[in-house]
Nanobody
Framework: QVQLVESGGGLVQPGGSLRLSCAAS????????MGWYRQAPGKQRELVAD???????NYDDSVKGRFTISRDNAKNTVYLQMNSLKPEDTAVYYC???????????????WGQGTQVTVSS
């Protein structure tokens, strides 16, 4: 069993900052790419950023220069530092991780439960 538990969402004013965290736990042998997606009301889920095990990063154009993704491999945790937040960043943010099981050595992509980020004055 593998779990992804997110934290750090909330309400923030435009121009403010938030830091999201997502910790993976369970029968983990290895974690490859980890990432963050978001889904706004009435819109499709979209990739925000992802990071490989070797810390190569990829960002959606809409967040480049404002968001920073990072990870702590020792803690099986991925972070998303969000600065200069805009109302259009309002969404439910989901973390994802491509995990190889310690018991079966099979790989699977897992998702967190989602955390709400609301940017409003």
């Amino acid at each position: 069993q593998v779990q992804l538990v997110e934290s750090g969402g909330g309400l923030v004013q435009p121009g403010g900052s938030l830091r999201l965290s997502c910790a993976a736990s369970g029968t983990i042998f290895s974690i490859n790419t980890m990432g963050w997606y978001r889904q706004a009301p009435g819109k499709q889920r979209e990739l925000v950023a992802d990071i490989t095990k070797g810390s190569s990063t990829n960002y959606d154009d809409s967040v480049k220069g404002r968001f920073t993704i990072s990870r702590d491999n020792a803690k099986n945790t991925v972070y998303l530092q969000m600065n200069s937040l805009k109302p259009e960043d309002t969404a439910v943010y989901y973390c994802t991780a491509h995990i190889i099981s310690r018991t079966s050595y099979s790989s699977h992509t897992y998702w967190g439960q989602g955390t709400q980020v609301t940017v409003s004055s």
